[in-house]
C-alpha cells in the first residue's frame, strides 16, 4: 500500500493531495485514478449512486484499504509523517436498553479504564471539554441507544476530535438524522471547519444541503465523474447522466 505522506506543492496552505489513487478488489475494479485535491478548511462532499466507490476512497485514505496511487498531505510547521484523522463511521446501532453512558463509551474509546470502575473526576471533566465542541455536554449521563439520531451523531463527531484533528472525514452524517437535525448538525460542522480550520471530507445522499455548507462537490462512479461547485455539478449533465443510469433520485 502506497503511504500518506508529506509534500510541498500546496505552499503554506495544508491540503490533501490524491493521485492516480486506484483500488481493486479482486478482479474487480472499485475505483479507477482518482485526482483529488483537498485544501485546508473546506468542505468537501462526495456523492454518487450506491456502490459507487465513496466509502472505499474513504477507507483508502484511512489506511484501512490497499492501494495504487499517492495520498499526500502537507501542512505548514508539522513534521509528522502523516495527517491527523478525525473519523464518524456511519451510525452503529445501539439497543435503547443497553446500560452504556455516553461517558462510558468515550472511556471504552479513550482509555483502557474499564467504565464499570466509574469515572475519576478528572476524566469527567475531559469528557465535557470535548462534549462542548460540539455543544452537547448535557448528553454525558444519557444512555447511547436513547439518543436521536442528530445527537449520537455530535458524540462521535466529539470522539473524533480528541485530538483535534488536519481532516475529519464522515461517511453518511445525515443518515438516520431528521430535517431539524440535519440542519443543526451541519451548522455545527461548519462551525468546527472555521474555528479549528480542519478539512472535512464527508459522503452524503442529500443533496438538500449541499449548496449551502459544501465548498466543493465530488461526483463518483468508480471514476471522478465530475467535481465543481455544488451549482456545477448539481446542474451537469454528468449528475443526470449517472443518477439516471444507475437507477438514483435526482433531487
Known sequence: MSPVIHGNSCG??????????????????????????????????????????????????????????????SAPGQRSHKPRIGYVPQSPAFEPGDPVSVAD????????????????????????????????????????GTLSGGELQRVLLALALEPLPNILILDEPLSGVDVEGQTG??????????TYDLSILMTTHDFTMLHRYADKVVLFDHKLVCQGTPEEVLSSDDFRRVFRMRGGEVK
Open 105 to 144: 463509551l468515550f472511556i471504552c474509546c479513550q482509555s483502557r479504564r474499564p467504565a464499570f470502575l466509574g469515572i475519576p473526576k478528572n476524566m469527567r471533566q475531559s469528557i465535557l471539554e470535548c462534549l462542548d465542541r460540539v455543544h452537547a455536554t448535557d448528553l454525558i449521563d444519557k444512555r447511547v
Open 12 to 73: 503554506d496552505s495544508c491540503c490533501l493531495r490524491v493521485q492516480g489513487l486506484s483500488v481493486k478488489i479482486g478482479n474487480q475494479t472499485i475505483l479507477d485514478n482518482i485526482n483529488l485535491h483537498v485544501h485546508c478548511g473546506q468542505m468537501v462532499a462526495l456523492i454518487g449512486p450506491n456502490g459507487a466507490g465513496k466509502s472505499t476512497f474513504l477507507k483508502a485514505i484511512l489506511g484501512q484499504l490497499d492501494y495504487n496511487g499517492v495520498i499526500a498531505f
Open 185 to 194: 448538525l451541519m451548522d455545527m460542522l461548519d462551525e468546527i471547519r472555521q
